[in-house]
């Protein structure tokens, strides 16, 4: 059976993916606010509400919604443990040298692994209804106010767009040149550690190699059709926010302050 | 006419390298002029080219277009709106996430008006069929969709003079044949060309073929002198096309075959 995308764009018509990618941008960060904000049961119950709603607007599967949750089991528990054992508290049930288990420290690991897996959940929300350059070219506008702090905000937009752009590609030509080389054979599913990471050393040379090249070879093909910098360019027209878009920032706001007076 | 691309006794010679890439050549253009620049792999046809549009300064002798010089950083500029180069790669010239945006890259850096970028951008993927394609990404395009993509990109700057890099490499029959069709358009339609190739069926039709030999221009002359003299063309490391290369294998000398069908008539005599 094939696993569900984690994060990968699922092409679709639900409101969600009709927000322009600014707006989602926005309400990311509103809500990852109202979610860091959350001091209480009713505050949890809020934002779980709120992503409940948002997962049924995306019409996508709650399998895939929650999908990279699944992913970072052990990444959850290593941070639930690390909150529980190290931030003591009064009461304290049970200790072990520097160790102490108290329900302070248990209740800030519940805390901190539900903000990761909301936080988690609406960045999938998203990537899987927004395309990678919708993203980019939202980011990109987002900047823009940083220009007035002196940040060369176009170059940096063109530098993020070519980035992500090139990530698809080179992770073609690192299993390229990984499938070159086992039939060589050379071993990257060594059970030592040692191993594994030694065997990733002649993978990394020739991937470095080729990314350099690669970039060579770009710069040199924007010169030659006139790339001097990103400010002396036709400046793209965006589309202006729509009533829909404003409607989901003024309800994402709504969340983030009811959530200031729920806090205890 | 006047010529409005000149090399003059143009050398280079890569930083740190002992060997010059190209060595005192010299070449005149008239508008419309077809030239094929042929040679084996390190011949320094890539260098030349790279010459040619300015993105490399001669280290000695000068590269003229309508009179502006390469060597000149303010004159560049003029340049670069003159002469397009489309690269051997076309993967590694891609620098938007979609067709549609890939191909206004090099236009929206002449701060046009949008209106005006809409409508080349518009000309150019209907000129070349990729409307349908207009929002995918050029990296999943298949080979003879990115050499096209990699042509419009240079076509929509309407250059004077379109400098190619071995564009027909790596490409299915039909894609080569596909590929081929476009160029022959922009032939017809009196586009100044420089083809630079190790396969000299590919520059058939051209008016003239420069030679290159360890970064010596060895010889120039039309395409059909060098189909009479196959084993010179073979010690350059040049490609003779199959057909004159089986006549010659066969020992027709005469008249010079340059494809199936003529080859096929000749054997029939």
């Known amino acids: 059976m094939r696993s569900l995308p984690t994060g990968q764009y699922i092409p679709g018509h639900s409101f969600l993916h ?47 919604a929650v999908a990279p949750v699944r ?22 049930l049970a200790s072990w040298g520097i160790f ?13 692994v539900g903000n990761v897996v909301l936080i988690l959940i609406l960045g999938n929300l998203l990537t899987m209804t927004t395309l990678p350059t919708q993203v980019t070219t939202a980011l990109a506008s987002l900047i823009k106010p940083l220009k007035f702090i002196g940040v060369p905000t176009e170059d940096v937009a063109l530098i993020i767009s070519i980035a992500l752009h090139f990530i698809p590609t080179f992770m073609e030509e690192t299993e390229l040149i990984k499938m070159a080389q086992i039939a060589r054979g050379a071993r990257f599913e060594s059970r030592k550690l040692s191993e594994r990471a030694a065997s990733f050393i002649p993978l990394v040379v020739p991937v470095f190699i080729s990314a350099f090249r690669r970039a060579d070879a770009l710069a040199l093909a924007m010169e030659a059709r006139g790339y001097r910098n990103a400010k002396n360019r036709t400046k793209r027209e965006k589309a202006p926010l729509v009533a829909g878009d404003y409607c989901a920032l003024m309800v994402c706001a709504l969340i983030c302050l009811v959530q200031i007076f729920l806090r205890p | 006419m006047a010529p409005f691309f000149i090399l003059d006794q143009v050398s280079y010679c890569y930083p740190g390298s002992l060997t010059t890439g190209v060595c005192q050549v010299n070449l005149v253009l008239e508008p419309g002029t077809f030239l094929g620049v042929l040679g084996a792999n390190g011949s320094g046809k890539s260098t030349l080219a790279r010459l040619c549009c300015g993105l490399l300064k001669p280290t000695t002798g000068q590269v003229l277009v309508d009179g502006y010089s390469t060597a000149n950083e303010e004159e560049l500029r003029y340049i670069y709106r003159q002469v397009g180069m489309v690269f051997q790669q076309p993967d590694n010239q891609f620098v938007a996430a979609t067709v549609e945006r890939e191909i206004a ?6 701060t046009l008006s949008s209106e005006v970028i809409r409508q080349t951008v518009g000309l150019g993927l209907s000129y070349f069929g990729l409307e349908t394609l207009r929002n995918a990404d050029p990296h999943s395009l298949s080979g003879g969709e990115k050499r096209l993509l990699s042509l419009a990109d240079v076509w929509v700057l309407k250059p004077k003079l379109i400098l190619v890099d071995e564009p027909l490499a790596m490409l ?22 420089i083809w630079f190739t190790h396969g000299l069926a590919e520059v058939l039709s ?24 196959p084993e010179q063309a073979r010690a350059w490391g040049i490609t003779l096309p199959p057909a004159t290369e089986a ?6 000398k005469e008249p010079v075959v340059t494809n199936e069908d003529e080859l096929v008539s000749v054997l029939w005599k």
């Not at chain 1, 290593?78 to 054992?85: G, K, S, W």
């Not at chain 2, 890259?105 to 002449?110: C, I, S, T």
């Not at chain 2, 006549?247 to 027709?252: E, K, M, N, S, T």
């Open chain 1, 18 to 64: 009709r927000l322009d990618a600014r707006a989602k941008i926005l309400c990311l960060f509103i809500l990852m606010a109202a979610v860091i904000g959350a001091a209480s049961l009713w505050g949890y119950a809020l934002v779980l509400v709120a992503i409940a709603l948002l997962v049924l607007l995306s019409r996508l599967p709650l399998r895939s």
């Open chain 1, 71 to 92: 992913g970072v089991y052990w990444f959850l528990l290593v941070i639930f443990l690390m909150n529980t054992l190290f931030f003591g508290g009064e009461d304290v």
């Open chain 1, 100 to 112: 102490q288990i108290a329900p302070a420290g248990i209740k800030q690991g519940f805390r901190v």
């Open chain 2, 105 to 110: 890259f090099g236009v929206e850096n002449r």
């Open chain 2, 172 to 193: 299915d029959p039909g894609a080569k044949q596909r590929i081929t069709r476009f160029w022959q358009d922009l032939r017809d339609q009196g586009q100044s060309m």
């Open chain 2, 206 to 229: 051209a008016d003239l073929v420069l030679v290159m030999e360890n970064g010596r221009a060895v010889w120039t002359g039309p395409p059909g002198e060098l189909l009479a003299m």
């Open chain 2, 247 to 252: 006549a010659d294998r066969l020992g027709v």
